[in-house]
């Protein structure tokens, strides 16, 4: 099986930074595409950010400019550095992957979430 233990996130004033990270564990062979998506209250799912196994980035418009995805392969990690947030970056963020196992099985896993909350 296959885990993502999330960390980062909490609170932060308009302005500030946050880092969030996700580490993958278990039966891994190959990690594709990485990416993180929020959800705020009563809003839909929304992508932020993803990140090829090449390395291509893709960022929602919103937060171009200010938020950068990277990933080290060697650790099987994800990072979302958050800057220069803005109360309406206030959401539970996840991360995803797109991993092959070790039984050459392609899925989706994700993170069980983290609570940013910007706000004076």
């Known amino acids: 099986q296959v885990q993502l233990v999330e960390s980062g996130g909490g609170l932060a004033q308009p302005g500030g930074s946050l880092r969030l990270s996700c580490a993958a564990s278990g039966s891994i062979s190959v990690i594709a595409d990485m990416g993180w998506y929020r959800q705020a209250p009563g809003s839909q799912r929304e992508s932020v950010a993803t990140?090829?196994?090449?390395?291509?980035?893709n960022y929602v418009d919103s937060v171009k400019g200010r938020f950068t995805i990277s990933r080290d392969n060697a650790k099987n990690t994800v990072t979302l550095q958050m800057n220069s947030l803005k109360p309406e970056d206030t959401a539970v963020y996840y991360c995803?992957?797109?991993?092959?196992?070790?039984?050459?099985?392609?899925?989706?896993?994700r993170g069980q979430g983290t609570q940013v909350t910007v706000s004076s």
């Open positions: 995803s992957m797109n991993i092959r196992t070790r039984d050459f099985i392609y899925s989706t896993y």
């Open positions: 990140i090829s196994s090449l390395g291509t980035t």
